[in-house]
């Protein structure tokens, strides 16, 4: 079992930045795939990101790509998520989620966070 808190959600100006971050109980975290997905008012569910099990791999979705970065730290079993360059449409509930699998797709993830809010404005 793992229960993930995710923090560090706010209310930012366009260009700004800021860092997420989710950590997690559990002794096996570092055994897990984490990902990000993000929920906007109305929309679905979409994939933001994820992060292998031992860091080293990385991948983003298109919209979010080279201004997004994943990281995580095992040892304080934490993942982040660094966001760069925000712009209103990144305006979001943001998850995070752990699962077997670096995936893009949520079905993978087995445990989820209670989201935090990102409000970006213009």
């Known amino acids: 079992q793992v229960q993930l808190v995710e923090s560090g959600g706010g209310l930012v100006q366009a260009g700004g930045s800021l860092r997420l971050s989710c950590a997690a109980s559990?002794?096996?975290?570092?055994?897990?795939?984490m990902g990000w997905f993000r929920q906007a008012p109305g929309k679905e569910r979409e994939f933001v990101g994820t992060?292998?099990?031992?860091?080293?791999?990385?991948y983003y979705a298109d919209s979010v790509k080279g201004r997004f970065t994943i990281s995580r730290d095992n040892a304080k079993n934490t993942v982040y998520l660094q966001m760069n360059s925000l712009k209103p449409e990144d305006t979001a509930v943001y998850y995070c989620?752990?699962?077997?699998?670096?995936?893009?797709?949520?079905?993978?993830?087995?445990?989820w966070g209670q989201g935090t809010q990102v409000t970006v404005s213009s």
């Open positions: 989620a752990a699962g077997e699998w670096d995936s893009d797709y949520d079905g993978v993830y087995d445990y």
């Open positions: 559990g002794r096996t975290f570092s055994s897990y795939a």
């Open positions: 992060i292998s099990w031992r860091g080293g791999s990385t």
